[in-house]
């Protein structure tokens, strides 16, 4: 019976989390802003150093661990080869330009902090990639994920996500005692041997006909379980052979994304993983240390904007230098400024194999943490830049009232809003001392004509002295 009752807890904690996730997320959504941050406050909230509602985060870490496995089968399924190869040239000398800029960073930390070589590795993957998520949706508020600009941060954050495998296979086969750093450039090689055979196949042939497709077509269930058995079992092989699993399901979501079953698989497993994908974000939430981020706010908090600013410079460098517009570099730099979520599987990955140490590892998914959660911030700079950058203004002062025109505005209505009630205040406050004044002198006529002395009347008809 206590087990019992132990297990009705741990569902209770968990119900009231996903209910204050969803809230929070509704909220956000509610503000146009990415419902994710909603999520990954709700986690900070409700987690072990927040409110303590959820002590044991086992659970829900085994349910994110499942939705980082079906958001890469869904990216990969989602991943249209042709498109990508045509910004393929673009998006791997960016994203080859992010990682080599964070390895510098990395071993700057290593500098100034004295860790060791394998941490700045890791330190530098976990900087280098963006949100998909986050910039997607920033990219959409702005309605330009369709236009040139989101083609091409589409096409780098693509890129990143590919990139992740060989990093998530690299930070697995690590140790902190010793690396055979031999096997783990043989896994990366066969890794990315299969990765580019995959999409040169499916480049140049059509797509593969599924058995008895017309016949599950309709089947729902099916259709879903299905997908999903495919996706765990490559991820099953894939984990066995000493790759990392999320690479196995990547490669099956390629495989079904490039088959006659792809527009009706897709807008069945999307629900799953959307579920699953607000879990992994709870997760990162409860991954959160307040205890840290309060004890070291500063270093948190200066490191989040040092990486947030860097990360832009540096991507609209990138992009302007391999041929984007400046409109386009702008929009899609700041797009992908934040760090993404891959980082916390990475950091998670080095702290389980004993090779980020445990400052490293909670300095890393605070500023991870801080830089999503910045991201609404993001979007309003974004929106400023861009109609700067539209106008093409090179006076700053003018720049800085097209940028702030509604606030301005919103302050000249406020002011002159306040003078029409000051003034209708101070014609009141006259209007009320006057009929007191005219108060205050009837009554003291009144009273002096009550104090007055009265003269007898004489009678009528009285003889007049």
């Given at each position: 019976?206590?087990?019992?009752?132990?297990?009705?807890?741990?569902?209770?904690?968990?119900?009231?989390?996903?209910?204050?996730?969803?809230?929070?997320?509704?909220?956000?959504?509610?503000?146009?802003?990415?419902?994710?941050?909603?999520?990954?406050?709700?986690?900070?909230?409700?987690?072990?150093?927040?409110?303590?509602?959820?002590?044991?985060?086992?659970?829900?870490?085994?349910?994110?661990?499942?939705?980082?496995?079906?958001?890469?089968?869904?990216?990969?399924?989602?991943?249209?080869?042709?498109?990508?190869?045509?910004?393929?040239?673009?998006?791997?000398?960016?994203?080859?330009?992010?990682?080599?800029?964070?390895?510098?960073?990395?071993?700057?930390?290593?500098?100034v902090t004295g860790a060791s070589l394998s941490e700045a590795v890791i330190m530098g993957f976990i900087i280098a990639l963006s949100s998909t998520v986050v910039a997607m949706k920033m990219l959409e508020d702005m309605k330009v994920l369709r236009g040139e600009?989101?083609?091409?941060?589409?096409?780098?954050?693509?890129?990143?996500?590919?990139?992740?495998?060989?990093?998530?296979?690299?930070?697995?086969?690590?140790?902190?005692?010793?690396?055979?750093?031999?096997?783990?450039?043989?896994?990366?090689?066969?890794?990315?041997?299969?990765?580019?055979?995959?999409?040169?196949?499916?480049?140049?042939?059509?797509?593969?006909?599924?058995p008895y497709a017309n016949e599950i077509s309709e089947k729902i269930e099916l259709l879903a379980l299905g997908s999903l058995a495919v996706c765990f079992a490559a991820a099953s092989i894939s984990g066995l052979m000493g790759l990392s699993p999320v690479y196995g399901a990547f490669l099956a979501g390629?495989?079904?994304?490039?088959?006659?079953?792809?527009?009706?698989?897709?807008?069945?497993?999307?629900?799953?993983?959307?579920?699953?994908?607000?879990?992994?974000?709870?997760?990162?939430?409860?991954?959160?240390?307040?205890?840290?981020?309060?004890?070291?706010?500063?270093?948190?908090?200066?490191?989040?904007?040092?990486?947030?600013?860097?990360?832009?410079?540096?991507?609209?460098?990138?992009?302007?230098?391999?041929?984007?517009?400046?409109?386009?570099?702008?929009?899609?730099?700041?797009?992908?400024?934040?760090?993404?979520?891959?980082?916390?599987?990475?950091?998670?990955?080095?702290?389980?194999?004993?090779?980020?140490?445990?400052?490293?590892?909670?300095?890393?998914?605070?500023?991870?943490?801080?830089?999503?959660?910045?991201?609404?911030?993001?979007?309003?700079?974004?929106?400023?830049?861009?109609?700067?950058?539209?106008?093409?203004?090179?006076?700053?002062?003018?720049?800085?009232?097209?940028?702030?025109?509604?606030?301005?505005?919103?302050?000249?209505?406020?002011?002159?809003?306040?003078?029409?009630?000051?003034?209708?205040?101070?014609?009141?406050?006259?209007?009320?001392?006057?009929?007191?004044?005219?108060?205050?002198?009837?009554?003291?006529?009144?009273?002096?004509?009550?104090?007055?002395?009265?003269?007898?009347?004489?009678?009528?008809?009285?003889?007049?002295?």
């Amino acid at each position: 019976m206590e087990g019992a009752s132990a297990h009705t807890g741990e569902l209770i904690s968990i119900a009231a989390v996903i209910a204050v996730a969803a809230l929070l997320g509704l909220g956000f959504m509610r503000l146009r802003q990415p419902p994710l941050v909603g999520f990954i406050l709700a986690g900070v909230a409700l987690g072990p150093t927040g409110a303590g509602l959820i002590a044991n985060s086992s659970n829900v870490s085994l349910l994110a661990e499942m939705g980082v496995v079906v958001l890469l089968f869904f990216i990969g399924m989602e991943l249209s080869i042709k498109a990508f190869v045509l910004t393929l040239r673009q998006a791997l000398l960016v994203t080859g330009g992010q990682i080599g800029a964070a390895m510098v960073a990395g071993l700057l930390i290593v500098l100034v902090t004295g860790a060791s070589l394998s941490e700045a590795v890791i330190m530098g993957f976990i900087i280098a990639l963006s949100s998909t998520v986050v910039a997607m949706k920033m990219l959409e508020d702005m309605k330009v994920l369709r236009g040139e600009p989101g083609r091409v941060a589409i096409g780098v954050l693509i890129a990143q996500d590919i990139a992740v495998v060989p990093m998530l296979i690299f930070v697995s086969s690590m140790s902190g005692d010793s690396t055979d750093y031999g096997a783990v450039i043989l896994r990366m090689a066969v890794a990315v041997g299969l990765l580019g055979g995959l999409l040169w196949w499916f480049g140049r042939h059509s797509k593969i006909r599924v058995p008895y497709a017309n016949e599950i077509s309709e089947k729902i269930e099916l259709l879903a379980l299905g997908s999903l058995a495919v996706c765990f079992a490559a991820a099953s092989i894939s984990g066995l052979m000493g790759l990392s699993p999320v690479y196995g399901a990547f490669l099956a979501g390629i495989v079904i994304g490039n088959s006659t079953l792809r527009s009706r698989v897709i807008p069945v497993i999307e629900p799953i993983q959307s579920i699953l994908l607000v879990v992994f974000f709870l997760s990162i939430g409860l991954l959160i240390d307040l205890d840290f981020i309060w004890a070291h706010i500063w270093q948190v908090l200066a490191a989040s904007i040092i990486v947030v600013a860097a990360k832009s410079i540096l991507n609209i460098f990138l992009l302007r230098r391999t041929g984007a517009k400046p409109e386009t570099a702008l929009i899609a730099g700041l797009s992908m400024a934040q760090i993404g979520e891959f980082s916390f599987v990475l950091a998670s990955a080095g702290f389980a194999s004993g090779v980020l140490g445990g400052d490293l590892y909670r300095l890393s998914i605070a500023v991870t943490a801080v830089s999503l959660l910045m991201s609404p911030l993001w979007v309003s700079i974004m929106h400023r830049l861009e109609g700067i950058a539209a106008k093409g203004l090179e006076n700053y002062r003018e720049a800085l009232s097209e940028a702030y025109a509604e606030e301005l505005q919103d302050m000249q209505r406020g002011g002159a809003a306040l003078f029409k009630v000051k003034h209708s205040v101070n014609v009141r406050y006259r209007a009320v001392r006057k009929a007191a004044y005219l108060r205050r002198a009837g009554k003291s006529a009144k009273a002096a004509r009550h104090d007055a002395p009265k003269t007898e009347e004489k009678p009528s008809g009285a003889p007049v002295e």
